[in-house]
């Protein structure tokens, strides 16, 4: 059984960093792609970075150039750096596979909110 366990995310003002975990279990970490999502409040989830088993790396155009994902296969973790932080950044932050048919169960997320 996958569980997924996201933290890190925390208030952070304009222009700050913030470094969020995704804790895997199970199989599909070592086997799939892996994504961070977010969702914030009164929109859909979205995607926002990807990873390959292999290192390949995309992003959104909105994080592009300021987040940069990156994993550790041998701790069955990702991890999302986040700079240069702004206002519409905030939201709460998931990982998961980004195979829809692959996908494990939703973790609790981390909330991440850049206000001033």
């Known amino acids: 059984q996958v569980q997924l366990v996201e933290s890190g995310g925390g208030l952070v003002q304009p222009g700050g960093s913030l470094r969020l975990s995704c804790a895997a279990s199970?199989?599909?970490?070592?086997?799939?792609?892996m994504g961070w999502y977010r969702q914030a409040p009164g929109k859909q989830r979205e995607l926002i970075a990807s990873i390959s088993t292999y290192g390949t790396t995309n992003y959104a155009d909105s994080v592009k150039g300021r987040f940069t994902v990156s994993r550790d296969n041998a701790k069955t973790t990702m991890y999302l750096q986040m700079n240069s932080l702004k206002p519409e950044d905030t939201a709460i932050y998931y990982c998961n596979t980004i195979v829809n048919t692959r996908r494990g169960s939703w973790g609790q997320g981390t909330q991440v909110t850049v206000s001033s």
């Open positions: 199970g199989s599909i970490f070592s086997l799939y792609t």
